[in-house]
């Protein structure tokens, strides 16, 4: 099956069985240059039902600026964390977690606002977090899969995620990945003072850890698309990266 066509028939009966999970869910969109999707994506995200918090990094195309904007059109469902320059994507995570979780948010999401996450997939992360404490969207679980991405990404990708499943013990397909929703105790039990890596190694140790804490864990199915406006965030820094802090996870000097 098509992924358009599988992903419409795995939403059926999702937004009403998403509407009876009780709390507030936020999306958290870390944006750097990505004035021509933020308008679209966030029109997406709260025709779903949900709160956005987009964390800026002086962005120098002015998506900054029209976050501004659309929260004054988005009056209490939209907000905008300015931060003074580009820190990375784990660090832009933390501050956003941080404000959720003292706005008494429920439920968090990391998504990435170039649209290779799509929004149409919010209601059954929500509909899988009746059962679960924290919840992976998966290219590599049965049902999962990537579009436009050639050999080389795939195997980057895939290899990633194999590696730390080995090194770590976890059972889990997708490490790498960064669309997923957390219950507000996951955020909670994580100390955030000692979690300093960025791009996949932030998605491997937060996982890693909630993992460790016990918590339930689950792997939803989701088709990844490169993205359609812009460029990629990906560099060589950050691959480095997830490769040495896996080991660092692994004999516990990742905190």
């Given at each position: 099956?098509a992924?358009?066509?599988?992903?419409e028939?795995?939403?059926?009966?999702?937004?009403?069985?998403?509407?009876?999970?009780s709390?507030?869910?936020?999306v958290?969109?870390?944006?750097?240059?990505?004035?021509?999707?933020?308008e679209p994506?966030?029109?997406?995200?709260?025709?779903q039902?949900?709160d956005?918090?987009?964390?800026?990094?002086?962005?120098?195309?002015?998506?900054?600026?029209?976050?501004?904007?659309l929260?004054l059109?988005h009056?209490g469902?939209?907000?905008?964390?300015?931060?003074p320059?580009?820190?990375g994507?784990g660090?832009?995570y933390?501050?956003?977690?941080?404000?959720a979780?003292?706005?008494?948010y429920?439920?968090?999401?990391?998504?990435?606002?170039d649209?290779s996450?799509?929004?149409?997939?919010l209601?059954?992360?929500?509909?899988?977090?009746?059962?679960?404490?924290?919840v992976?969207?998966?290219?590599?679980?049965p049902?999962?899969?990537?579009?436009?991405?050639?050999?080389?990404r795939?195997?980057?990708?895939?290899?990633?995620?194999?590696?730390?499943?080995?090194?770590?013990g976890l059972?889990?397909r997708?490490?790498?990945?960064?669309?997923?929703?957390?219950?507000?105790?996951?955020?909670?039990?994580?100390h955030?003072?000692?979690?300093h890596?960025?791009?996949?190694?932030?998605?491997i140790?937060?996982?890693?850890?909630?993992?460790?804490?016990?918590f339930?864990?689950?792997?939803?199915?989701?088709?990844?698309?490169e993205?359609r406006?812009?460029s990629?965030?990906?560099?060589?820094?950050i691959?480095?990266?997830?490769?040495?802090?896996?080991?660092?996870?692994?004999?516990?000097r990742?905190?």
């Amino acid at each position: 099956m098509a992924p358009g066509r599988q992903l419409e028939s795995a939403l059926h009966g999702s937004t009403r069985a998403a509407a009876r999970v009780s709390g507030r869910a936020l999306v958290i969109l870390p944006t750097y240059n990505e004035v021509d999707n933020l308008e679209p994506m966030l029109e997406q995200i709260v025709q779903q039902g949900l709160d956005v918090l987009v964390v800026d990094d002086a962005s120098p195309d002015g998506t900054g600026e029209l976050a501004d904007k659309l929260r004054l059109q988005h009056e209490g469902r939209v907000d905008v964390l300015h931060r003074p320059c580009k820190q990375g994507l784990g660090t832009a995570y933390v501050a956003g977690f941080k404000r959720a979780l003292q706005a008494g948010y429920d439920y968090l999401f990391e998504m990435d606002c170039d649209f290779s996450h799509d929004p149409r997939y919010l209601p059954m992360f929500l509909e899988r977090m009746q059962s679960a404490d924290l919840v992976l969207g998966s290219r590599y679980a049965p049902g999962g899969g990537t579009v436009n991405w050639n050999l080389f990404r795939r195997f980057i990708s895939r290899s990633g995620s194999l590696y730390s499943q080995t090194i770590l013990g976890l059972p889990y397909r997708d490490l790498t990945g960064g669309f997923k929703c957390f219950r507000r105790e996951v955020l909670e039990a994580i100390h955030f003072e000692t979690v300093h890596s960025n791009g996949y190694a932030f998605q491997i140790e937060l996982t890693y850890r909630a993992h460790q804490k016990g918590f339930r864990i689950e792997e939803l199915p989701i088709v990844f698309y490169e993205r359609r406006v812009g460029s990629s965030k990906m560099s060589r820094d950050i691959v480095l990266e997830g490769m040495l802090r896996v080991w660092q996870f692994r004999f516990g000097r990742g905190e």
